[in-house]
């Protein structure tokens, strides 16, 4: 397998999108088994928001530490590593006998998910051959389409045989883990490479420390408001769905897959128009311009509903390739400590976000948690105080 880092490796972003993909599908079991876990373990929307501030919170902190260990010390496969605690995790989920196994269980899976981001961003970074936001588009939309697919596959194998038959999704783990091996050989020669270079020249931004500093705020909290609002249609939707227009399990996790699916081809389309026009229109567009379909989404029918749900899909996940290489434009020798501080911020917001968006339904009602949260995306505002890196322009190192 020859390497030439400046040229873009199709095959392996697409297998790197594909592990990303089966990662992301066990993950997205989670918030797919809620109804059955509320119903039998009768459990509170804030029970519920509990258990995703567990699976996000063992995925966000560890997340950053990951990623500064292996910028210092390179592991090729830690991928499969993580991918054997999230398969700890489906067993754990699937015979979980109380409450607490449940926890534990979305725990695990939370830190298989936490050592597999920073790596595998870091390696949509490398084999992009210079096109960053349409290579980590190809990584994230197959982040997408696996927790898209939960749902549906909860439905399909879950719901009508119950819990023990999350066991099933053992056999995507193990698939994973071959691709993850493929990737790991690939890494491993690319680490050789670096290795082997008289000097490795790095692109760093025109900026003072104060400006990079500032941006990295920016960026997260722009990554707030973008997870909060998304931890209030995986956490809830389903319940919203159920409460306001009485659907029926399977209906409301269909309009659940409306959404998640929209968001894997939003990020695909945000990846494209990135590298096109730039990180930061692309950002700004992506957060402010969903205020004015969750502003409306509280008020509409079941048939709009599900038609703003897409656009608000399409719209908020644009978003995300393009903060992600921002930061790594921002912070080049520092690849995976950014990526796995961004990743784990954004599980971290997801986290806590359904914990008290979770609370707040149990105080008031689920339509009232969709209020508040229309108003989220309006902190896409602060976007316009990022510099534009073309503009800045670029030194080496």
């Not at 567990?54 to 260990?69: D, R």
């Not at 607490?100 to 490398?126: D, K, N």
């Not at 056999?171 to 050789?192: D, N, P």
Request: proline share 5%.
């Amino acid at each position: 397998m020859k390497i030439d880092l400046k040229r873009t490796a199709y095959p392996i972003l697409i297998a790197v999108s594909f592990a990303h993909a089966l990662n992301d599908l066990i993950q997205g079991i989670i918030p797919a088994l809620y109804p059955q876990l509320e119903q039998k373990f009768s459990l509170s929307m804030a029970q519920i928001g509990f258990i995703t501030l567990c699976f996000q919170l063992s995925a966000s902190i560890f997340q950053p530490l990951v990623g500064f260990y292996t910028d210092k010390h390179p592991k090729p496969f830690s991928q499969v590593v993580g991918m054997f605690f999230s398969s700890l995790g489906i067993v754990t989920l699937a015979y979980a006998p109380t409450y607490m196994w449940v926890l534990v269980g979305a725990t695990l899976v939370g830190v298989g998910s936490s050592v597999f981001h920073p790596e595998s961003a870091r390696i949509a970074f490398l084999a992009s051959g210079g096109k960053r936001s349409f290579a980590q588009s190809i990584f994230q939309i197959g982040g997408n389409t696996g927790v898209a697919l939960s749902p549906l596959l909860v439905a399909l194998i879950v719901i009508p045989n119950g819990q023990q038959h999350v066991v099933w999704f053992l056999a995507f783990a193990l698939l994973a883990m071959l691709i993850m091996t493929y990737i790991g050989v690939w890494r491993k020669k690319v680490i050789q490479v670096f290795q082997s270079a008289k000097q490795t020249k790095v692109v760093l931004p025109n900026l003072t420390n104060r400006q990079v500093n500032l941006s990295v705020a920016i960026l997260l909290m722009l990554i707030f408001s973008k997870y909060f609002y998304v931890a209030s249609i995986t956490s809830f939707f389903q319940f919203y769905t159920l409460d306001k227009f009485n659907f029926t399990e399977v209906q409301a996790q269909v309009y659940l897959f409306y959404f998640l699916i929209a968001a894997a081809f939003g990020t695909l389309l945000g990846g494209y128009f990135g590298d096109k026009f730039g990180r930061k229109p692309i950002i700004w567009f992506s957060i402010l311009g969903a205020a004015p379909f969750t502003l409306a989404m509280p008020y509409l029918n079941a048939t709009f509903t599900a038609i703003f749900i897409v656009i608000i899909g399409l719209i908020v996940s644009s978003a995300f390739p393009a903060i992600i290489v921002y930061a790594q434009e921002l912070l080049p020798k520092k690849l995976g400590m950014v990526s796995g501080l961004f990743y784990g911020f954004a599980f971290g917001m997801g986290g806590l976000g359904s914990a008290v968006l979770g609370f707040v339904a149990d105080k008031t009602s689920i339509e009232f948690v969709y209020h508040i949260c229309a108003y989220l995306p309006l902190i896409g505002l602060i976007a316009y105080f990022l510099p534009n890196l073309k503009k800045v322009g670029t030194k080496e190192e």
